[in-house]
């Protein structure tokens, strides 16, 4: 498996675009813990990018390297090779180099300058955010026949994901404020992997604020190890399950 | 004239120095009672070390009983360890123990009723009820003790400091831990509490009504189940104290409730659920405080008039200041926001646009507290961003007209 | 060797194989001839395992080859327009399929790389090939492992008259060797030297199979496209020519 993914993940670094990224996370990080004299208002920053420009390039990117390595996987195809060991490698190879790239660039800058628990829960779900958009940006791919179709399903997930997703959970809260809502909540919030990853790095950021009020409880269950363990859990099918279902699609398509 | 200064020395000397008793478990006077049954005003009862289990000790005599090496006087569960009335009583050293409990009565290790100039010095206190109570006294010093309470509910529960109907009381340099209430005041005046340290109490740190004109500084108080919570009181002076991780649902770093005419200053307030609540509160001066880390660094209810915040840090807080209404008449100007993001034109280290420092999802949030789970969404910023283009919901005049460009120096 | 079974293939309303059954057998040389769009591309496509017919079974050794991939070792393939990642050198491509194929070096086929003279290339990147460099690499790898089964989808298309011959002879010697080899072309002419067996396609159906001697006295003509010809002007294109290909002993 790894020989391929070593392959794609050539394929992805002669393309300069990751490298690009690369270098675009890190002077922003960078810039940010120099800029700014609190360090938490630049993890404030920081946790932005992650929860809105990562998933985005995350899924736009992948999207774009699987049609354009259409030929590499049709090349594949007719050596005897399985179609899952094609499409994991690729994803391998894909969420390999993103997730580099986000380490290099976010990663180091946040050791150097915030080794906090804050710290570390960005660089957490900023690698879990990655390794799920990665998937859901396969599974876009695989369902769309063409490139411009993909693109634009990965785009609409990401909007989805990103915006809507929050705009109808604030739309519920406020159309049943009557009734208890918070265990509700906290499921919705499992739904999606971006208020999930955004409500673990808040554990660590806004402990004081979700100590108040109905946060006391959202604190409860993500705090504990049960919680860090649910959120990784959630994760990891989040990683998974759409991965495996377009390795599903990808067994039975014609190429 | 040498003869006339020996004799009047020796004329005063038994007051100045008294005499000295010594008691101890193999001395003579074994039992501490007989010490002071001996003891005259002036006098000194010095305790040996050992485990006193003598029922209730009551000192009326202006003397001095002073333990080394901490002699544990055992209350047994039975009795109040120690009742102290009268004047110029001084007691240091010991060490007590297990005093009577009651949910009804107010029991404690050390008893100061009808007092005046009574010090309680350097003594520990372990599993009271209540530690040092003082009810109807004046000049009153409290200093060095270390109360630690085992307190599991609030009802069970005693305060490690209470004073009742005092006036001048010093409260310096005690560590108080696992009460109810750490320090307890009520009409108290005239009074100075300093450098004391009142952690893990089960309700408030400190907590004071109808206490006027007292002076707090130095203290420090953290992780108390509900902050500290003062009430019903002017011209109070609160200054250079560290308010910390004060968290829980109804926890307030310090809650002013009918707070007028005082002064907030040179304070730390750091990872509290809410730094500052304050509740029909008027004249309150608030200055040069940092607020670091708060989920609130302020609420301000409406109902708080003529208040100026001024020269304060906000640093690091989820929200900066939240209100209920839409009319605030008091003032915010010349704070330094971390979350300003105006600029400086004229270099004067004044930002050139107000700044707003109550978000529009801190508002939402008073009216639906559950929407806290949507905090730092993306739409949520959205939502903020659009509210500080057109404000609609957020109070108009809550600004500060000249943000710092830089945090102050305190 | 290729044992095909009742395949058929639908993209939405077109109808790319219809119910094809048909055995392909070592030391055939078969050209698989049709008009464009008549299924050639996915019936090779299917062989490989690229497209999965609705329903059929293919056979090779005979096991079903039914999503496995192991059988592919056997093959080689040369697609119609050879598509590789633009990135990827020449001398990169050859190394990586030598090493996901695992191959020993003294059972590498690089006559085809000495012949296109493709060394001097290996440094340049794929996207910079014209298009009849392409069709030599796809050669080049279709014949780089030695497999037993070739199949090549248009192997002169695109080719300068020289290279085409120096396919031209490469098939033949590997035909020498006992290969099956399936090649699919309209250029019906430089088939004819090689060709042992024919394969119509039309709309999906297979019209016949037929050995070449017995095409040619069928149809009375010599060469090879001339008896296409006549065939495809047919009296009876619907004709069950299965029978007649299954009857008669090859």
Redesign the interface.
């Given at each position: 498996m790894m020989?391929?993914s070593r392959?794609v993940l050539?394929?992805i670094l002669?393309?300069k675009i990751i490298i690009a990224y690369t270098l675009f996370l890190f002077i922003v990080s960078v810039s940010m813990f120099q800029m700014e004299e609190e360090n938490s208002k630049a993890m404030l920053s920081l946790m932005n990018i992650i929860l809105i420009v990562l998933p985005l390039v995350s899924l736009v990117f992948t999207t774009i390297h699987y049609y354009?390595?259409?030929?590499?996987i049709?090349?594949?195809?007719?050596?005897?090779?399985?179609?899952k060991r094609i499409l994991l490698s690729e994803y391998a190879g894909i969420s390999l180099s993103l997730l580099s790239s986000f380490l290099i660039g976010v990663g180091i800058p946040v050791v150097l300058y915030a080794a906090t628990e804050t710290g570390m829960a960005i660089i957490f779900t900023g690698s879990a955010l990655t390794m799920v958009f990665t998937s859901i940006a396969f599974l876009a791919s695989v369902s769309a026949r063409d490139k411009a179709k993909g693109i634009g399903f990965a785009l609409l997930l990401w909007f989805y994901f990103a915006l809507i997703y929050d705009g109808l959970v604030l739309l519920i809260l406020f159309t049943f404020s009557d009734y208890p809502l918070e265990k509700l909540t906290l499921v919705l919030s499992a739904l999606n992997p971006i208020d999930l990853g955004r409500i673990f790095i808040m554990l660590k950021m806004d402990v004081s604020a979700l100590m108040g009020y109905t946060g006391a409880l959202y604190k409860d269950f993500f705090g504990s190890s049960s919680g860090l363990l649910f959120t990784i859990g959630i994760m990891t099918v989040w990683a998974l399950l759409p991965l495996w279902v377009a390795l599903r699609k990808f067994?039975?398509?014609?190429? | 004239m040498r003869f006339i200064i020996l004799f009047i020395s020796l004329c005063i000397s038994p007051f100045i120095f008294g005499n000295i008793i010594i008691v101890g478990k193999d001395k003579p006077i074994n039992s501490i009672i007989k010490g002071i049954e001996l003891a005259k005003n002036g006098d000194t009862v010095k305790v040996f070390p050992g485990l006193y289990k003598e029922g209730r000790i009551t000192i009326t005599k202006s003397i001095t009983l002073i333990g080394i090496n901490y002699p544990v006087i055992d209350g047994e569960k039975k009795v109040e360890n120690m009742i102290l009335s009268g004047s110029d009583i001084k007691v240091q050293g010991f060490h007590f123990i297990d005093s009577k409990h009651s949910s009804s009565n107010d029991y404690s290790a050390i008893n100061i009723i009808d007092a005046t100039r009574v010090i309680v010095e350097n003594n520990k206190i372990t599993n009271a009820h209540f530690g040092i109570h003082l009810a109807n006294t004046t000049y009153c010093t409290i200093n060095g003790n270390t109360i630690l309470g085992q307190a599991v509910s609030e009802q069970s529960a005693g305060n490690g400091i209470h004073i009742w109907k005092s006036s001048y009381a010093f409260v310096t340099n005690n560590h108080i831990q696992g009460h109810r209430d750490g320090i307890y005041f009520e009409f108290v005046t005239e009074s100075e509490i300093r450098n004391n340290k009142s952690e893990n109490n089960i309700r408030y740190g400190l907590h004071f009504m109808f206490s006027h004109n007292n002076f707090y500084a130095y203290n420090i108080f953290r992780k108390n189940g509900a902050g500290v919570a003062v009430m019903y009181t002017h011209h109070v002076r609160m200054e250079n104290n560290v308010f910390e991780e004060n968290w829980g649902t109804a926890s307030y770093a310090i809650l002013l409730k009918d707070i007028t005419d005082s002064k907030i200053a040179n304070n730390k307030f750091i990872s509290n659920t809410v730094g500052i609540f304050m509740e029909g509160c008027n004249r309150i001066a608030v200055n040069k405080n940092l607020f670091n880390k708060n989920g609130w660094a302020m609420k301000v209810q409406a109902n708080c008039v003529d208040n100026v915040i001024t020269n304060n840090n906000f640093k690091g807080n989820t929200f900066d200041i939240a209100t209920n209404g839409t009319m605030v008449s008091s003032s915010f100007d010349n704070n330094y926001w971390d979350k300003y993001d105006g600029y400086d034109m004229n270099k004067d280290g004044i930002g050139d646009i107000t700044y707003h420092p109550v978000s529009m999802y801190s508002m939402i949030i008073e009216q639906n507290p559950t929407a806290l789970i949507l905090l730092r969404s993306f739409m949520v910023t959205l939502l903020d961003k659009a509210e500080k283009a057109i404000p609609s919901l957020t109070p108009e005049n809550l600004v500060d007209k000249k943000p710092k460009m830089k945090p102050f120096k305190l | 060797m290729i044992r095909i079974e009742h395949i058929n293939k639908r993209f939405k309303k077109l109808k790319a194989l219809n119910d094809i059954s048909v055995s392909f057998e070592k030391g055939q040389v078969i050209s698989l001839i049709g008009p464009n769009g008549s299924g050639k591309t996915t019936l090779i496509?299917s062989i490989?395992?690229?497209?999965?017919p609705d329903s059929g079974k293919i056979y090779f050794n005979n096991e079903c080859i039914n999503?496995g991939?192991?059988?592919?070792?056997e093959?080689g393939?040369m697609?119609q327009i050879g598509?590789?990642?633009?990135?990827?050198k020449i001398g990169q491509l050859f190394s990586?399929?030598k090493?996901?194929?695992n191959t020993m070096e003294e059972n590498i086929d690089n006559e085809l790389i000495r012949e296109f003279d493709l060394c001097p290339m290996f440094e340049k990147p794929m996207r910079t090939l014209s298009g009849g460099t392409r069709q030599k690499v796809s050669a080049a790898i279709a014949f780089l492992f030695n497999p037993p089964v070739l199949i090549l989808d248009e192997p002169t298309a695109g080719l300068d008259p020289l290279s085409s011959e120096i396919l031209k002879e490469k098939i033949i010697k590997e035909k020498q060797k006992g290969k099956l080899i399936l090649i699919t072309s309209h250029i019906l002419s430089d088939l004819d030297e090689l060709t042992t067996h024919v394969m119509y396609l039309q709309d999906g159906k297979m019209q016949f199979f037929k050995n070449i001697e017995t095409l040619r006295e069928d149809t009375g003509e010599i060469k090879l496209g001339k008896a296409i010809a006549r065939i495809m002007k047919g009296e009876d294109p619907t004709g069950n020519f299965i029978s007649e290909v299954l009857n008669k002993k090859i």
């Amino acid at each position: 498996m790894m020989k391929l993914s070593r392959y794609v993940l050539y394929d992805i670094l002669r393309s300069k675009i990751i490298i690009a990224y690369t270098l675009f996370l890190f002077i922003v990080s960078v810039s940010m813990f120099q800029m700014e004299e609190e360090n938490s208002k630049a993890m404030l920053s920081l946790m932005n990018i992650i929860l809105i420009v990562l998933p985005l390039v995350s899924l736009v990117f992948t999207t774009i390297h699987y049609y354009n390595s259409y030929e590499f996987i049709e090349l594949m195809l007719s050596q005897p090779l399985s179609r899952k060991r094609i499409l994991l490698s690729e994803y391998a190879g894909i969420s390999l180099s993103l997730l580099s790239s986000f380490l290099i660039g976010v990663g180091i800058p946040v050791v150097l300058y915030a080794a906090t628990e804050t710290g570390m829960a960005i660089i957490f779900t900023g690698s879990a955010l990655t390794m799920v958009f990665t998937s859901i940006a396969f599974l876009a791919s695989v369902s769309a026949r063409d490139k411009a179709k993909g693109i634009g399903f990965a785009l609409l997930l990401w909007f989805y994901f990103a915006l809507i997703y929050d705009g109808l959970v604030l739309l519920i809260l406020f159309t049943f404020s009557d009734y208890p809502l918070e265990k509700l909540t906290l499921v919705l919030s499992a739904l999606n992997p971006i208020d999930l990853g955004r409500i673990f790095i808040m554990l660590k950021m806004d402990v004081s604020a979700l100590m108040g009020y109905t946060g006391a409880l959202y604190k409860d269950f993500f705090g504990s190890s049960s919680g860090l363990l649910f959120t990784i859990g959630i994760m990891t099918v989040w990683a998974l399950l759409p991965l495996w279902v377009a390795l599903r699609k990808f067994k039975k398509k014609d190429l | 004239m040498r003869f006339i200064i020996l004799f009047i020395s020796l004329c005063i000397s038994p007051f100045i120095f008294g005499n000295i008793i010594i008691v101890g478990k193999d001395k003579p006077i074994n039992s501490i009672i007989k010490g002071i049954e001996l003891a005259k005003n002036g006098d000194t009862v010095k305790v040996f070390p050992g485990l006193y289990k003598e029922g209730r000790i009551t000192i009326t005599k202006s003397i001095t009983l002073i333990g080394i090496n901490y002699p544990v006087i055992d209350g047994e569960k039975k009795v109040e360890n120690m009742i102290l009335s009268g004047s110029d009583i001084k007691v240091q050293g010991f060490h007590f123990i297990d005093s009577k409990h009651s949910s009804s009565n107010d029991y404690s290790a050390i008893n100061i009723i009808d007092a005046t100039r009574v010090i309680v010095e350097n003594n520990k206190i372990t599993n009271a009820h209540f530690g040092i109570h003082l009810a109807n006294t004046t000049y009153c010093t409290i200093n060095g003790n270390t109360i630690l309470g085992q307190a599991v509910s609030e009802q069970s529960a005693g305060n490690g400091i209470h004073i009742w109907k005092s006036s001048y009381a010093f409260v310096t340099n005690n560590h108080i831990q696992g009460h109810r209430d750490g320090i307890y005041f009520e009409f108290v005046t005239e009074s100075e509490i300093r450098n004391n340290k009142s952690e893990n109490n089960i309700r408030y740190g400190l907590h004071f009504m109808f206490s006027h004109n007292n002076f707090y500084a130095y203290n420090i108080f953290r992780k108390n189940g509900a902050g500290v919570a003062v009430m019903y009181t002017h011209h109070v002076r609160m200054e250079n104290n560290v308010f910390e991780e004060n968290w829980g649902t109804a926890s307030y770093a310090i809650l002013l409730k009918d707070i007028t005419d005082s002064k907030i200053a040179n304070n730390k307030f750091i990872s509290n659920t809410v730094g500052i609540f304050m509740e029909g509160c008027n004249r309150i001066a608030v200055n040069k405080n940092l607020f670091n880390k708060n989920g609130w660094a302020m609420k301000v209810q409406a109902n708080c008039v003529d208040n100026v915040i001024t020269n304060n840090n906000f640093k690091g807080n989820t929200f900066d200041i939240a209100t209920n209404g839409t009319m605030v008449s008091s003032s915010f100007d010349n704070n330094y926001w971390d979350k300003y993001d105006g600029y400086d034109m004229n270099k004067d280290g004044i930002g050139d646009i107000t700044y707003h420092p109550v978000s529009m999802y801190s508002m939402i949030i008073e009216q639906n507290p559950t929407a806290l789970i949507l905090l730092r969404s993306f739409m949520v910023t959205l939502l903020d961003k659009a509210e500080k283009a057109i404000p609609s919901l957020t109070p108009e005049n809550l600004v500060d007209k000249k943000p710092k460009m830089k945090p102050f120096k305190l | 060797m290729i044992r095909i079974e009742h395949i058929n293939k639908r993209f939405k309303k077109l109808k790319a194989l219809n119910d094809i059954s048909v055995s392909f057998e070592k030391g055939q040389v078969i050209s698989l001839i049709g008009p464009n769009g008549s299924g050639k591309t996915t019936l090779i496509k299917s062989i490989l395992g690229m497209a999965k017919p609705d329903s059929g079974k293919i056979y090779f050794n005979n096991e079903c080859i039914n999503g496995g991939f192991n059988y592919r070792n056997e093959i080689g393939y040369m697609p119609q327009i050879g598509r590789y990642p633009d990135n990827m050198k020449i001398g990169q491509l050859f190394s990586m399929l030598k090493n996901i194929r695992n191959t020993m070096e003294e059972n590498i086929d690089n006559e085809l790389i000495r012949e296109f003279d493709l060394c001097p290339m290996f440094e340049k990147p794929m996207r910079t090939l014209s298009g009849g460099t392409r069709q030599k690499v796809s050669a080049a790898i279709a014949f780089l492992f030695n497999p037993p089964v070739l199949i090549l989808d248009e192997p002169t298309a695109g080719l300068d008259p020289l290279s085409s011959e120096i396919l031209k002879e490469k098939i033949i010697k590997e035909k020498q060797k006992g290969k099956l080899i399936l090649i699919t072309s309209h250029i019906l002419s430089d088939l004819d030297e090689l060709t042992t067996h024919v394969m119509y396609l039309q709309d999906g159906k297979m019209q016949f199979f037929k050995n070449i001697e017995t095409l040619r006295e069928d149809t009375g003509e010599i060469k090879l496209g001339k008896a296409i010809a006549r065939i495809m002007k047919g009296e009876d294109p619907t004709g069950n020519f299965i029978s007649e290909v299954l009857n008669k002993k090859i």
